[in-house]
């Protein structure tokens, strides 16, 4: 075998952004068969490898090699905070990136299970005006295996917690938009649901889009069918526009139509995020308007009081305006929930964390 130069880490391959299709094509090309993928694999994702070292049975050839051309791209914790209520909000990093970038994975336990909401981008391009990852901005899309990393990180913590509770749900309503990194999304997701992996069931992962039309469309066509949950806020373009300035560019009428393709097509009940800000998008008129937009779908909305941000001026709608916008939508036989706030002590709206560690590192 050729001896190769060592190679830096910042041009070492990150073993997290390959699927498992991919990774049997990075071996072939350095003479190792899909046998040897597989174990990889395994490795990777069932005994939860933190080296190669642990890698016992690799071939010797291969694990020289990985160690000279390859990383397990994990993430570590810069910041942690505990809510009252077990939801735990974490700032991750990339241990072997090259930019140290940061951003934001959130693991809230259920009764019986643990769900992870994790990002797909650090920032977001697409500016929602009550969103303290929208008011930061674009900073860069992750790749695969930083938004893999995430679950990972977190099944670990999940383990690591004396409870018997197990990682469950994996929602990607973190920091940016998934649909705007969808190459990366789409790889993330058969990493995740992959049988011989981590063997996460689709329909336990949620995709949350703001509304990118032809990604949806998109999407409806793919081989693995996740839950679609688009963020509404507003049933009519000029309300919705205020709050979402991407519904400049695609109507809600287009927007419903390429949900109810997706519906249609997997077969999937459509989720609709509705942040309820006091005195803005909770009157009950607006509860009417949803009820209409919404009557020829398969849907079912959740409600979410407003998580306040500092630049935002806006507060959570009060308990009886909840209540209200609730029963009209009942009145419309929609199904909604609405959601508790969790870590509300902490800053776990989306985008707060990250923003605390930046100010407190003088950025
Ligand atoms: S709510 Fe989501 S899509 Fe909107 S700015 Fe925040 S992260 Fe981006």
New binding site residues.
Partial sequence: MEHLEPVSDMNRTNLYDYDRAALARLLAGWGFGDYYAGLLWRYLYRSAARNFEEMPDLHPDLRLLLSERAVLGTMHCILSQESKDGTRKILLSLTNGADGEQVETVLMPYRDRYTVCIST?AG?????V??????MGFVRNLSAGEIVAQVLFAIKLAQDVPDRRKLRNVVM?????PL?NYAATMTAIRILTSDTGLAIAPRHITL???GLVPAIYRLAEEEIAVNLAV?LHGATDDERNAL?P?GRRWSLDDLMSACRAYGEKRNRRIFFEWTLIDGKNDAPQQAHALGRLLKNIDAHVNLIPLNPTEEFGGDPSRREAIAQFKAILDRYGIPSTVRQRRGIDIDAG??QLRRRSLERQGS
């Fill in positions: 981008q977001c391009a697409m500016g929602c009550f969103c303290a990852t929208g008011q309503m973190g920091m940016g938009e705007h949350s889009t703001v963020s979402v991407l989306c985008g």
